[in-house]
Every structure is written in structure tokens, then in C-alpha cells.
Antibody
Framework: QVQLQQSGPGLVKSSQTLSLTCAIS??????????WNWVRQSPSRGLEWLGR?????????DYAVSLKSRLIINPDTSQNQFSLLLSSVTPEDTAVYYC?????????WGQGTLVTVSS | QAVLTQPSSLSASPGASASLTCTLR?????????IYWYQQKPGSPPQYLLR?????????GSRVRSRFSGSKDASANAGILLISGLQSEDEADYYC?????????FGGGTKLTVL
């Protein structure tokens, strides 16, 4: 059974970088049939896909256009995890952040992390 | 205009059927997209229900009851999630999703109330 365990701070100051990690068990970040995604949810923006990383003979990333300039998603093969780095945050980035495995659909999700951006 | 538009709320009685729509933005043809449906209950992440592209290309999530089914209304350019025999446990938020230009796009969600 795949499990995703999220970690990272719940409070970030405006203009700083939000950093979250998603540790994978029961699968590999280097899987050639899965992709590793970040999704966030807030009352004002609803569910919002942020981006993903995946390995198909080499590493690929896809990012939401609206966040591309501020977002990096990195795999960490040594720790079997992947991370999210969102720079220059504002209170509008306050949300519950989820990591999710994508097979043929988003089938396994992390527990969610409420991240509040303080002004 | 949002890529995917869902009604914000819907109410239906126990035992009845509910049809949840997901309308694609003008210029996007529903026939070319696979529509994914997710159910979310308070305090939990979304859970996959099913995906639907056509009657010959569809898939039900494991442990998802057959009361949940997908379809499309080409005339309305919309995907549809049909829930039959509504039960109180079906009360939840429902989100549609598509992949568009290598990005996942979610609809705004429909809050289904069973009363």
C-alpha cells in the first residue's frame, strides 16, 4: 500500500519561501509509471493543481502556468521523496497543500498540510 | 472564463438521483477530454471516483459503488456524474478534473446535500 507522508512548516512569512516534503512508502519516486504531484486547496481558489515531477528515462516537470515563475518541485531519490518550493509567498498562498501520486489518476494522497502565510 | 464550471451546490432527496455537471469552457470540446471525478468529505483529501471519456473508454475506481456513473452531454459541452439511489453518505463535495496542455485543471466543485 502506498503511503505519502507530508512534512513542513505550517506558518510562513510573506516574501519567504514555502517548503514542503512528501515522503513516499510503498512506491518509488523514480517509478516509470507514476508521477508525483502537488495540489492545494483554499476557500477562495478551490482545488488548484500546482505541478508534478516524474521519471521517464530522465526527469520531467510540469507546472501550473500561473505559478511557474515561483515554483520548483524536486525529486530526492536518496530519501525517496519529493519536495515543493514556492518562493515569494503572499497571504494568497495560504491553503491546505497536498501531495498526490498520479497513476492513471490521483490515487494516493498525503494527509494535507495547512500552510498559513502571515503578512 | 473558467476552464471547468460546476454548479456550486445541489440538493436531492435520499433514494433519488443526482446529476452533477461539469461544463467545459467554450473552445474546448468535451469529446476530446477524459473527465475525472473526485469526492471530498470534510477533513479528507479528494478521493477518486471514476473517469469517463466515452462508453468504451471509462473506468470506475476500486471500491466505488456502481451507483456512481459518468457520461457526457455533447450538446452542453459537459461531463456528467450521475449518482443514483442517493444515500446520506453521498453528501460531499464533488470535483471534476481534466488534463489540459499537460496541466491538471479542477472545476470549482459542487456541494451535494442529501436531505
Amino acid at each position: 500500500q502506498v503511503q505519502l507522508q507530508q512534512s513542513g512548516p505550517g506558518l510562513v512569512k510573506s516574501s519567504q519561501t514555502l517548503s514542503l516534503t512528501c515522503a513516499i512508502s510503498g512506491d518509488s519516486v523514480s517509478s516509470d509509471i507514476a508521477a508525483w504531484n502537488w495540489v492545494r486547496q483554499s476557500p477562495s481558489r478551490g482545488l488548484e493543481w500546482l505541478g508534478r515531477t516524474y521519471y521517464r528515462s530522465r526527469w520531467y516537470n510540469d507546472y501550473a502556468v500561473s505559478l511557474k515563475s515561483r515554483l520548483i518541485i524536486n525529486p530526492d531519490t536518496s530519501q525517496n521523496q519529493f519536495s515543493l518550493l514556492l518562493s515569494s509567498v503572499t497571504p494568497e498562498d495560504t491553503a491546505v497543500y497536498y501531495c498526490a501520486r498520479e497513476g492513471f489518476y490521483f490515487d494516493f494522497w498525503g494527509q494535507g498540510t495547512l500552510v498559513t502565510v502571515s503578512s | 472564463q473558467a476552464v471547468l464550471t460546476q454548479p456550486s451546490s445541489l440538493s436531492a432527496s435520499p433514494g433519488a438521483s443526482a446529476s452533477l455537471t461539469c461544463t467545459l469552457r467554450s473552445g474546448l470540446n468535451v469529446g476530446t477530454y477524459t473527465i475525472y471525478w473526485y469526492q471530498q468529505k470534510p477533513g479528507s483529501p479528494p478521493q477518486y471516483l471514476l473517469r469517463y471519456k466515452s462508453d468504451s473508454d471509462k473506468q470506475q475506481g476500486s471500491r466505488v459503488r456502481s451507483r456512481f456513473s459518468g457520461s457526457k452531454d455533447a450538446s452542453a459541452n459537459a461531463g456528467i456524474l450521475l449518482i443514483s439511489g442517493l444515500q446520506s453518505e453521498d453528501e460531499a463535495d464533488y470535483y471534476c478534473m481534466i488534463w489540459h496542455s499537460s496541466a491538471a485543471v479542477f472545476g470549482g466543485g459542487t456541494k451535494l446535500t442529501v436531505l
